[in-house]
């Protein structure tokens, strides 16, 4: 997951909204225009046909924050490599003739952007994300690589030998590709070269209903598993902790931990490590119980 990435493609998506996002870009636009206009090249940069690959993240890590992003930005957005990205664009003079100075204005305003439009809504996007991660990794373990491959975009295709990009041929083994879902890129797929490795920027499963209004609890659906598992199940959109469920929830952990035992053993919810932390996700098969409830 990134931050960073997660706030440049919403940046395009406020310049350019479809139908995905209509709810979030009118919560968003005067959250952006209270910060003023923008003094620094990143409105010019994002919203080009071509992202510059230097603001394309690759994570060498299954989460990275947004300061840790920040901190490493420079160290790939050196003057030779943002040249090359760039086009002859008179606008974008100042990041090759003061460099240091222009790329730190850029890095302080993705910083209030994101603060701004990320950041109040990011618990819904890990959410999402993160849901997106423990489906691929199930998919990778049932069906293997080419299906994962072959899901993810209609111009991500497997290929014999590795996969194709945009039509871009891509040699398995050559470089790790470092797969990066996101909430704000469709309809679009994004690949990112390094030398080390490659990052594909492709639509978060599920994206579409990010922005749904939420009904309470169905009756249905509580007479199913019981009023407190339901509403667990609904808090389970997003990673959470027992410790987290508990709390919002009104229960005691050893509740909380009883109810989402059962929600595993029926296959409605899954636990994985993530760091220090054990967190708890909504299954496929529990987020068939609950779109019926989100509206």
Excluded: N
């Excluded at 990066?180 to 490795?197: G, K």
């Excluded at 920027?201 to 019981?226: I, K, M, N, Q």
Aim: charged share 25%; glycine share 6%.
């Amino acid at each position: 997951m990134s931050p960073l990435w997660e706030t440049v493609a919403a940046l395009r998506v406020l310049a350019a909204p479809g139908p995905a996002h209509q709810r979030w870009t009118a919560w968003a636009r005067p959250r952006l225009a209270a910060l003023g206009p923008d003094p620094t090249l990143l409105t010019t940069l994002v919203t080009r046909p071509v992202v510059p690959e230097f603001l394309i993240p690759t994570p060498g890590a299954r989460s990275m924050d947004m300061d840790t992003e920040l901190h490493f930005l420079p160290r790939v957005a050196k003057p030779a490599r943002v040249a090359a990205a760039l086009p002859d664009d008179p606008r974008l003079r100042p990041l090759l003739d003061d460099h240091a100075t222009a790329l730190t204005a850029v890095l302080d305003r993705l910083r209030q952007v994101h603060d701004a439009v990320i950041a109040p809504v990011w618990p819904r996007l890990e959410g999402v994300l993160q849901s997106d991660i423990e489906r691929r990794a199930r998919r990778l373990v049932d069906q293997g690589t080419p299906t994962v491959l072959a899901e993810l975009h209609p111009d991500v295709a497997p290929d014999p030998d590795g996969v194709r990009v945009s039509g871009r041929r891509i040699v398995a083994g050559e470089r790790d590709l470092v797969l990066v879902p996101s909430a704000f890129t469709w309809p679009d797929v994004y690949l990112r070269d390094s030398p080390v490795r490659l990052a594909l920027c492709y639509p978060a499963h599920g994206f579409g209903s990010l922005w749904e209004t939420r009904r309470g609890v169905g009756d249905a659906l509580a007479r199913l598993v019981g009023p407190t598992r339901a509403r667990m199940l609904h808090e389970l959109d997003r990673p959470s902790t027992v410790s987290e469920l508990a709390a919002r929830l009104g229960i005691t952990v050893g509740a909380a931990s009883q109810h989402l035992a059962v929600l595993r053993a029926a296959g409605l919810a899954v636990s994985s490590r993530d760091g220090r932390k054990v967190v708890s996700l909504r299954t496929d098969l529990g987020q068939a119980l609950v779109e019926g409830e989100i509206r």
